[in-house]
């Protein structure tokens, strides 16, 4: 990936030009979008999700050979990460029909149903269906975090750094998620990481459901209690 990147980037630094003069750049941050509380609470859900799901991408792989999985552990990761396209592409096309919040409501709803799910996950098929239903659920939070940012901007002439703020915040839940993931399993022996995992799954579970909470919140205070609008 990386030397793709490199030869990409390359090609384009020789081969593209501007057409218009840049524009000067704007304030690196825009401090009054915290004054909005959609948006705060979107900056939240950046944080709280990637903290929860990030720590699972990360470390199923790691459930799946505590399980005795053995070579079909790492599998685990791929099935999800591969399910996730129908999500990212499906998201899209549900968000115009019902809305962001709506989509990313629907799909975060599930998830956080299914990490309570994984407590009780522990073959093969049941993981691959957890794996399988969160991948696809997942592709409402991955595919409109920008939207839902930018959603929340009063002056889109600040709707970039807005969603750079945002994933500013979100950065750093996922730089510690799996530290703190990590540092609940432990040392030990396999048996005794694997009768811990539980409450690293819980903890996940309890950011999926904090991530749900601030949607709710931040719909709340852009349609009220209304369920059959679009948003």
């Not at 002439?157 to 990590?182: E, H, K, N």
Request: charged fraction near 10%; include cysteine; glycine fraction near 12%.
């Amino acid at each position: 990936m990386a030397l793709i990147a490199a030869f990409s980037g390359t090609l384009a630094f020789f081969l593209l030009k501007t057409r218009l003069p840049p524009k000067p750049a704007g304030s690196f941050f825009y401090l009054d979008a915290f004054k909005n509380v959609q948006y705060v609470c979107v900056c939240i859900n950046y944080w709280t999700f990637s903290f929860g799901f990030f720590a699972m991408l990360t470390f199923i792989g790691t459930f799946g050979q505590l399980q005795g999985f053995g070579l079909f552990a790492p599998y685990l990761l791929i099935i999800q990460n591969g399910s996730s396209i129908v999500g990212r592409i499906g998201a899209g096309l549900l968000a115009d029909l019902i809305g962001i919040y709506n989509t990313v409501l629907i799909g975060s709803s599930i998830i956080a149903v299914m990490f309570w799910v994984w407590l009780a996950c522990s073959t093969i098929p049941a993981c691959v269906a957890l794996v399988v239903i969160i991948g696809v659920s997942s592709g409402g939070f991955i595919s409109l975090q920008g939207p839902m940012a930018t959603m929340t901007a009063k002056d889109m002439r600040y709707g970039g750094t807005m969603v750079g703020q945002a994933l500013f915040i979100q950065s750093f839940g996922q730089l510690i998620c799996s530290p703190v993931f990590g540092a609940v399993l432990g040392t030990g022996s396999a048996e005794t990481r694997k009768h811990r995992f539980k409450y690293a799954i819980i903890l996940g579970a309890v950011m999926i459901l904090l991530s749900v909470l601030t949607v709710v919140v931040a719909r709340w205070k852009r349609v009220g209690w209304r369920v059959m609008v679009k948003t």
